[in-house]
């Protein structure tokens, strides 16, 4: 199946004064909205409609880093129409982080996208408890995805970047052929 004539939403993690992790100079806030970028453009090219929650380096006015994120998803909720998936972009820590899909906890349709991209990113879906994908209103099949570990290289590479939003996508397509 293919994502053709879908509706997605691409949040770009962190921006603005909220950095979100950091190694060197390598800041999530940057590599997020690099990687929504590439998922933007390989999704309109293969005839999906996207909705992205920043293009530039911004955030969404909150007072600190949780009261940014629920800033976030009130703009979501008030903003965009009713969609076929959410993917957040998010790199985790150095080390210790878990990579690749997250899923609420009891949103089966949530758990199934996660499912069908971990799959193809070759992880396992893990169940995590993140705001984005909790109270987010426009779609039933939400994830939050987290690329990497920071203090990788690949990160700031635009080719490498591009391979694994194919890996993505392809996932995202594997949950529509349901």
């Known amino acids: 199946m293919s994502v053709k004539g879908k509706s997605f939403i691409i949040d770009a993690g962190h921006g603005g004064k909220y950095d979100g992790t950091t190694s060197g100079s390598r800041k999530e806030k940057v590599v997020t909205l690099n990687m929504s970028k590439i998922l ?16 530039t380096d911004k ?12 800033k ?3 703009y979501i909720n008030k903003t965009f129409p009713q969609v076929n998936g959410l993917v957040s972009i ?38 995590g408890d993140f705001a984005i994908i909790r ?7 939400t994830t939050l995805i987290e690329l990497g570990q920071i203090n990788e ?12 939003a194919d890996f993505i996508i392809k996932g995202m397509e594997d949950y529509f052929v349901k």
């Open 40 to 55: 933007e453009k390989k999704l309109k090219a293969k005839g999906a409609t996207v909705y992205m929650t920043r293009t």
């Open 59 to 70: 955030d969404f006015g909150g007072s600190n880093a949780d009261e940014d994120v629920n």
């Open 72 to 74: 976030r998803v009130a």
């Open 90 to 127: 998010h790199v985790n820590t150095a080390w210790t982080g878990r990579i690749g899909p997250f899923y609420q906890k009891g949103k089966i349709p949530s758990k199934n996208f996660s499912q069908a991209i971990a799959t193809r990113y070759g992880t396992v879906p893990h169940e």
């Open 135 to 141: 109270d987010t209103t426009r779609t039933a099949a």
């Open 153 to 164: 290289g690949w990160l700031d590479k635009t080719a490498s970047l591009e391979s694994t």
